[in-house]
T-cell receptor, first 114, second 117 residues
């Protein structure tokens, strides 16, 4: 069974440029998450989707970050414009959605903003 | 609000030593779930174990064992006879059920384990 797929794995951009990350969850997983992981820290939730609906985006900086999951399968996270402080690893995860279900993580996208 | 504390930041051991990774959590829920994940240098978090708040039995899986104690709000992880392949960052995480945001995981800051040959 294929795991969570993310692309690109690495991205280097200059500040003020836009950037987008893509995630394809495990087949059958209705819940999709985007996390931000700063160096030396644990992942922090940015947004959680139940199918197409964003059910928790309270930690998403909406002035520059946006996300979509149009058909309830794959998802895109966008930053526009990027700032130096956005340099981090962006992780995507999926699960069956209940509190007791483990989340399966992709390899992440390492973003460097110059 | 839920919180996970992993007070140890870095641990270095020699191969074959036993090592315990500590995890302390805070929650107001009576029903919750605790997890351990491993993040090797490749970056992908790998699920290791889940425990629910009503099951305090210790669990053993090969060289790995977990000690859950509600009285001290701790969920510690022990690796017996450590190996170089155990070198990774280990995260403890907590999932509550009554926040209105089912399946939200709160992670600790992680413990970097280095096993030297």
């Amino acid at each position: 069974e294929a795991g969570v797929v993310q692309s690109p794995r690495y991205k280097i951009i200059e500040k003020k440029q836009p950037v987008a990350f893509w995630c394809n969850p495990i087949s059958g997983h209705n819940t999709l998450y985007w996390y931000l992981q700063n160096l030396g820290q644990g992942p922090e939730l940015l947004i959680r989707y139940e199918n197409e609906e964003a059910v928790d985006d309270s930690q998403l900086p909406k002035d520059r970050f946006s996300a979509e999951r149009l058909k309830g399968v794959d998802s895109t996270l966008k930053i526009q414009p990027a700032e130096l402080g956005d340099s981090a690893v962006y992780l995507c995860a999926s699960s069956l959605g209940y509190s007791y279900n483990e989340q399966f993580f992709g390899p992440g996208t390492r973003l460097t903003v110059l | 609000a839920q919180k996970v504390t992993q007070a140890q930041t870095e641990i270095s051991v020699v191969e074959k030593e036993d090592v315990t990774l500590d995890c302390v959590y805070e929650t107001r829920d009576t029903t919750y779930y605790l997890f351990w994940y491993k993040q090797p240098p490749s970056g992908e978090l790998v699920f290791l174990i889940r425990r629910n708040s009503f099951d305090e039995q210790n669990e053993i899986s090969g060289r790995y064992s977990w000690n859950f104690q509600k009285s001290t709000s701790s969920f510690n992880f022990t690796i017996t006879a450590s190996q170089v392949v155990d070198s990774a960052v280990y995260f403890c995480a907590l999932s509550e059920t009554t926040t209105g945001a089912n399946s939200k995981l709160t992670f600790g800051k992680g413990i970097t384990l280095s096993v030297r040959p």
